[in-house]
């Protein structure tokens, strides 16, 4: 890719996205280091804080793992939090419980640990998260260490130091750093063309986490028409050697639960369809406004005298249970939430099919995991972090992605807040949040303060570096500083509204009525958010050229 000739809607005025010669001199590890030492040191800070049920969930991962032959594994109930994860996460566990029967024996007990949450198994659990992260710290390292200084310190505290990953991995707990490093890994390598190293690590990602199979379709488009070209011979034998890597990766963490003859239960607990549509705290997507209308239909009907049956499962099993029931829409199941998003992935497929891009493909995975959040079927609100963080490394790449990534960061930040609701917590939230905002707006601030107010001529629509068309922007800055607009700040205002009201307002005026208002409310006002999203990138990724 060339560098662009029109610097001013770009954070670089003299390189491209992916320069050679970076504006820093210094070595960026040494800059690394120390980004990755502040963060260190505050998930140290957060060791004491709130633990979920996550927490007990991988502690009896690591007992099971440790205390059970592997075949075993997949079909033992000593406690309800079975493993469901792919083998590669439990050969993880399998490796932790070496050292957590080292630090703590009770830890990796498989009856007499049940709910142990001693200080020696809180600080080891703990540990083994903020290490993980290591491969978070390397693969944005990885996918940024070819751009400019300012981009790159920019991009590493939008990922490193991003409020969402400290709320979830840190606070709630789980391993989202080391999944989502693994996925900027292989998306560093197809950036880079070494398209079969991207190909292992995602196939190695998808053993470690199934969830993240939902670009799988973007993957398998993009590497057919990029890797596998160069004639008929040429392309077989690449179609050959991709397809061989993908199945070594999976016979190596399937085929021993084939060998024992428990490779059904393992894929039973993996696919628990029997589970609701939404988890236990709505997931800000589509199927938030489909319950919503669901139950408006339901309600209006019945005052106008129809009979309507209201249904008494619940949408958001967190076990296996009943599939989701609606009183007057069609019920939605897991083919049809398959099939949605399938179809909104189409238009990004078609351009993979078309133009396989290395550039692009960043921006077509965060697209893909989008889909997956928005139409998917039991989607958690964290999902949101897998097109997050991705989109992170396009936030410099002209205003509008900016503005784009500074709205969709917050609300997705702002839609983790009830993961964390004991009151002790909820200064940490709100601060990380805040935290977030103002260094983003001033790293923003700084990295556009050359753009001055670009006009294109009547009629015509300025073109980016990555051939996308824009519209032509109105005043980006002003007095230096970064603007959003008066549409984000409004949203933005509204955020505030609804949190105001469920901490203060609601307790006061209402009590204890309604008590699922205050969440249902941050449901669908992020939900709006997200939705905006979704479409800015599909209008990003059609108008691609």
């Known amino acids: 890719m060339t560098a662009s000739k029109n610097p001013k809607n770009q954070i670089t005025t003299a390189t491209g996205r992916r320069s050679s010669h970076p504006q820093n001199p210094n070595h960026p590890l040494a800059d690394l280091t120390w980004f990755a030492a502040v963060a260190t040191a505050v998930k140290l800070l957060l060791i004491p804080s709130y633990r979920s049920t996550d927490f007990e969930v991988h502690r009896h991962w690591l007992a099971l793992t440790h205390s ?159 890797y596998c070209r160069g004639g008929l011979v040429m392309g077989f034998w690449r179609l050959v050697t991709v397809g061989t890597v993908v199945v070594v990766v999976f016979v190596a963490a399937y085929g021993p639960f084939v060998y024992y003859g428990q490779i059904q239960q393992v894929f039973r607990r993996m696919f628990p369809f029997g589970r609701g549509l939404c988890h236990a705290y709505w997931a800000p997507n589509f199927w938030v406004f489909y319950i919503l209308l669901d139950k408006g239909l339901a309600f209006l009907l019945a005052k106008v005298g129809f009979n309507i049956q209201t249904p008494t499962a619940s949408f958001t099993g967190g ?51 989008t889909c997956g959040f928005l139409f998917g079927w039991h989607v958690h609100e964290k999902a949101s972090l897998h097109f997050v963080i991705p989109l992170a490394v396009f936030a410099t790449q002209s205003v509008e992605d900016a503005r784009h990534y500074f709205l969709l960061s917050i609300v997705s930040c702002y839609s983790l807040f009830p993961l964390l609701f004991q009151a002790q917590e909820y200064p940490i939230k709100v601060l990380l949040l805040l935290l977030h905002s103002i260094l983003a707006w001033f790293g923003f601030s700084s990295g556009f303060s050359q753009i001055t107010k670009p006009r294109a001529p009547p009629g015509q629509k300025k073109v980016d570096k990555l051939g996308l068309k824009t519209s032509p922007d109105i005043a980006t800055q002003k007095g230096g500083f970064f603007v959003i607009g008066w549409t984000h700040k409004s949203y933005l205002f509204g955020l505030l509204v609804v949190e105001i009201w469920g901490q203060f307002l609601h307790p006061i005026l209402l009590g204890n009525r309604f008590p699922f208002l205050p969440l249902m409310l941050i449901s669908i006002y992020c939900g709006l958010g997200m939705i905006y999203s979704w479409i800015w990138q599909l209008r990003q990724i059609i108008n691609t050229h």
Not at 116 to 131: E, G, K, N, W
Not at 174 to 188: A, E, M, R, T, V
Not at 327 to 353: E, H, N, Q, Y
Not at 358 to 366: F, N
């Open 319 to 369: 076990l296996v249970g009943d599939s989701s029931p609606f009183a007057v829409l069609p019920r939605v199941t897991p083919l049809i939430t398959f099939v949605l998003v399938l179809l909104s992935l189409f238009p990004c497929l078609i351009k993979a099919w078309r133009n396989p891009r290395p550039r692009m493909i960043t921006r077509w995975v965060a697209y893909a995991y």
């Open 68 to 226: 059970l032959p592997l075949s075993h594994w997949y079909s033992d109930e000593t406690s309800p939090w079975t493993l469901d994860y792919p083998p590669f996460f439990a050969y993880f566990e399998r490796f932790l419980s070496i050292f957590a029967r080292l630090a703590d024996s009770t830890i990796v007990d498989l009856h007499n640990g049940l709910n142990y949450s001693s200080p020696s198994a809180i600080i080891f659990q703990r540990l083994t998260v903020i290490i993980s992260d290591a491969a978070l710290f390397y693969g944005t390292y990885r996918i940024t260490r070819k751009l400019g200084s300012r981009e790159r310190i920019l991009i590493w505290v939008l990922v490193i130091w991003a409020p969402g990953l400290l709320i979830v991995d840190h606070i709630h707990f789980q391993y989202n750093g080391f999944l989502l490093g693994l996925l900027l890994l292989s998306l560093s390598w197809l950036e880079e063309g070494k398209d079969l190293m991207g190909g292992f690590v995602f196939a190695v990602l998808l053993c470690f986490k199934h969830l993240f199979a939902v670009a799988a379709p973007l993957y398998f488009v993009y590497l057919l028409r990029h």
